[in-house]
């Protein structure tokens, strides 16, 4: 097939989409805007995000609340692993909690670095409850040759 005859059919093909919404990229932009400074160990400036989210009753624009999507994208690497560890038949690796644990520690005094590590605990023991009350979705190992 000649370049022409590419450009001629690449005309013609059409890949219907759904354009983003204000919402979904709200949704995304604040998930973020907690999962970077989680990741790079910036507990005090995702506690201003968080805490000035809070105190603004900053939303999305479907009402979502901001500070929830942060506190979500700051714990979302934890609870994933947890969940996929679940998944695969496995206990969550207790190391993974324990390092947010250290957060609230390192923080006493500060109510967002306690909300994604309570929050964080709630997901992963939603998760669990989740797969031993569906024990369908468990992925038995492969017993291989």
Known sequence: MTE???DT???RVI???LPVS????ARATHQDEGQRPARQDRWPELSRRIRHADTTRLTTPGGETASLLMAFGARSDVVSAAEDALHDGAEP????M?????VSDD???DYPCALVVALAHLDIAWASAQHRLCPHTRQEPDPGP
Do not use: F, N, T, V
């Open 4 to 6: 022409r005859e590419i």
């Open 9 to 11: 059919l690449a005309k």
């Open 15 to 17: 890949l219907p989409s």
């Open 22 to 25: 204000d919402e979904e990229m």
């Open 93 to 96: 690796d207790p190391e993974a």
């Open 98 to 102: 324990a390092a947010l644990e250290e």
């Open 107 to 109: 923080y006493p005094d």
